[in-house]
């Protein structure tokens, strides 16, 4: 049968399986620990908050702040052991993707997310021990993880699209896809948990998952021809470390000092604004599982799903503004802002309807990312895009693991005296993109992007790139 280039229904079943699953996990662990820690089952009441059944009983406020601390740390726990591991194979797998195919960089991610899954449907039916989760996790993470998945998939996307602004367009439609789908899954979890429990989401993500798998591997084309794998000295594994070495070197020798330059500038926004906005909005279910608010489940589920909207709503402006022909510096801008308004508002917000309204000034914080990719796309070559998004990848792996366990870590050590601190930091840190944006529109390093279509950035001869390359050869 005839494969489809076609890769947007994988990114849509991964975000469905995914989302299905990630509000209820933190519920469950918060759950298992409230158990383990009380030993009492765990209050579950059909008013809108929690609290109005605790606040008259001071053990149950103490029990709460201390399962509050346990349950950061277990998140800051698992991002610890899973980390070093997808960013090893995310950089080897993306990279190594230019020659041996962008399908391995897809296929990985789903069977570790399923393994995964699994592994949590098991802990929950048959009531195993809780850190088990971080030994899955940890396993999981030897198959790459959702940094490995898009990067993949940015870079099969890349493949297909030979116009910048289809590309940007394209790029911004996966986000939108995510957005849309994680939505729906996070919109019905609520009802879900309350009407079966845990283990049934569980388990359709699991089947979906499944399904998932069964697309990618006998219905997706693959998007690279050259398959053939020139093996030296008969280890496929050394010529995978090879292909990344020379595709990462080659990517930023043979670009001109100005794109050199601008490249790792658009990195550092990536990269610093990624690590602000996924550590803040990490804690927004454990801040609304603490008091005053003490979220029901099928609260998190509608505040879940209104920040999945964040995706497309951002998808819609970004085609809007790309179509108008605005600036993308400017687009990027006030992506930014939307992060820190949003962020600060956030940090002061203590009513439900509060906490629903935070979520409107980010309705624009997903802007950046299609942008910014789109706009390093086009600054290196075609046969360089599997090296860029795994360098794209790899940042944005190591910034979202260790953004998650620093703001962990932050925010069990501020929760006695200031539970929206958290929050306050995200938004000052996204002073450094915006900093860093200032500096490549004052110097004007983001016209270069402009000229790689007449004129080449790369001062790469062939005789050069043979130097490079038998350079690198002696040094491996």
Known sequence: MKGLFLVEPVVALYAFSSFLIYPLLQQYVYRRLWQDLTHTPYPISDNASRCADNNNSSNQSSYHEEVQRQASLFSLYSELFSTVPSLVVTLLLVAYSDRGGRKVTIIMPLIGTLIYTLTLLSVSYFELNIYLLIVGSFFCSLFGGLGTFLGGVFAYIADLCEDGRQKTLRMAGVDMMIGLLSGVAALSTGYFLRATGFNWPFLTSALSQCLNLLFA???????????????????????????????????????????????????????????????????????????????????????????????????????????????????????????????????????????????????????????????????????????????????????????????????????????GFSFLLAAGLCVIPLIVLGVVGLTGLHVAEEVKDQEPLFRGEEDLVENHNSKISVVI
């Open 217 to 419: 591997i006998f219905i997706l084309e693959e998007t690279v021809t050259n398959t053939d794998v020139v093996i030296s000295d008969g280890s496929p594994q050394r010529s995978a470390v090879k292909q990344m070495i020379y595709g990462i070197y080659d990517m930023f020798a043979r670009a001109s000092r100005k794109s050199r330059t601008l490249l790792v500038l658009l990195m550092v926004i990536f990269t610093s604004f990624s690590f602000a906005y996924v550590g803040g909005g990490s804690l927004m279910t454990l801040y609304e599982l603490n008091k005053p608010l003490c979220w029901s489940e099928i609260l998190i589920g509608y505040g879940t799903a209104m920040s999945t909207t964040v995706f497309l709503v951002s998808f819609v402006v970004v085609s809007a503004f790309t179509y108008c022909g605005v600036p993308q510096l400017f687009i990027i801008l006030t992506g930014i802002l939307s992060v820190i308004s949003g962020m600060v508002l956030l940090s002061f917000a203590k009513t439900t309807f509060l906490m629903f309204m935070v979520r409107l000034p980010m309705l624009l914080a997903s802007m950046p990312f299609p942008v910014l990719r789109s706009m390093t796309s086009k600054i290196v070559s075609k046969s360089d895009q599997g090296a860029l998004f795994a360098c794209l990848s790899f940042l944005e792996s190591l910034t979202t693991n260790v953004s998650i366990a620093v703001f962990s870590s932050v925010y069990a050590a501020t929760l006695a005296w200031y539970p």
